[in-house]
């Protein structure tokens, strides 16, 4: 009787137990219901966007490895942004496969921090708005010159340097040609080397005729330029078009990036460097001192 009584006792023990824990699940779960169904309420229903998984540079192709989906609240989604609300698993991992496929190609037209959200307004399919024009300042020109490795540093300038433009060209007067410098422009920027810009897709493709294999290269580390371009005043453009199409070979000095004083050079020429060297026709050579005769 005693053990029938113990049971009894137990089972009732047991179910209240059960009951109260069962009330205090209920209570904890009625509790975060309400926390979330309040954040809900202030900060908006989540949504999935998309974001950087590491730093992403300027001009950068953009790659599935570097993107992630992140859920955040409705009202902390960056205008623009690139999301979608579907919460299934399944539609969420087809809806991130379907933007990853629609980006690919893009490259981004600002740098892109770990965490941040991408936005169609960050990203832009290669285009005229990722070419040249939209570097070249209001109110100035781009002009291209020929160069080579002996006028243009050795190759060694790049996109965004600044360089100083020195026209050597030969002068007929009445003593004859004579070959003469000036520093024509100082502290211009350069935008671009060949087809490597500053804000253009840095790679160059080719394609291999016998297999067509296709080879990507980066174009910042591409020296088989031939020109460089230059943002000018019109006026210095018209200058430097004249120039070009005559008998001067145009020179680029280049300067450091916090140099932008201007200085006063005048023009020069070779009898400034050697002098007179020229003798008159009816001169005769010194007779040499010593050895054969």
């Keep these: 009787m005693h053990l029938r009584r113990d049971f009894v006792v137990n089972n ?34 989540p949504v999935i966007v998309l974001v950087a998984k590491g730093d992403i540079k300027e001009m950068q192709a953009l790659d599935p490895a570097i993107i992630e989906p992140k859920e955040i609240p409705k009202n902390y989604v960056e205008p623009d942004a690139i999301s979608y609300s579907d919460r299934d698993s399944s539609t969420s991992s087809d809806l991130f496969k379907q933007r990853i496929k629609e980006l690919r190609g ?27 024009a939209p570097q070249v300042t209001p109110g100035k020109r781009a002009i291209s010159i020929t160069v080579d490795e002996r006028t243009s540093v050795g190759k060694l300038v790049k996109p965004s340097d600044r360089v100083d ?28 080397v060949g087809r490597s810009v500053t804000n253009n897709l840095p790679r160059k493709v080719d394609v291999d005729p016998s297999s067509g294999k296709q080879t990507v290269r980066p174009l910042a580390d591409y020296d088989g330029y031939s020109s460089v371009t230059l943002e000018v005043e019109p006026a210095a453009a018209q200058s430097l078009a004249l120039l070009s199409m005559g008998n001067s070979t145009l020179f680029l000095t280049l300067r450091n990036a ?7 050079v005048g023009l020069v020429t070779q009898s400034d460097i050697l002098g007179d060297i020229r003798r008159p026709a009816s001169a005769t050579p010194p007779a040499p001192q010593g050895g054969l005769r």
């Design 12 to 45: 009732k023990a047991m179910g209240l137990s059960l009951f109260m824990a069962g009330i205090a699940t209920y209570l904890v779960y009625s509790s975060v219901e309400s926390i979330r169904e309040e954040t809900v309420h202030r900060n908006g229903t």
């Design 106 to 132: 893009a490259v981004a037209l600002v740098p892109i921090k770990k965490g941040e959200q991408l936005a169609y307004n960050k990203v832009r399919e290669p285009s005229l708005r990722t070419g040249l």
């Design 165 to 192: 433009v020195i026209a050597v060209i030969d002068v007929t007067s009445s003593g004859g040609v004579q070959r003469v410098a000036r520093t024509i422009l100082q502290d211009v920027a350069i935008l671009a």
């Design 258 to 264: 916090d140099d932008t004083d201007r200085t006063s």
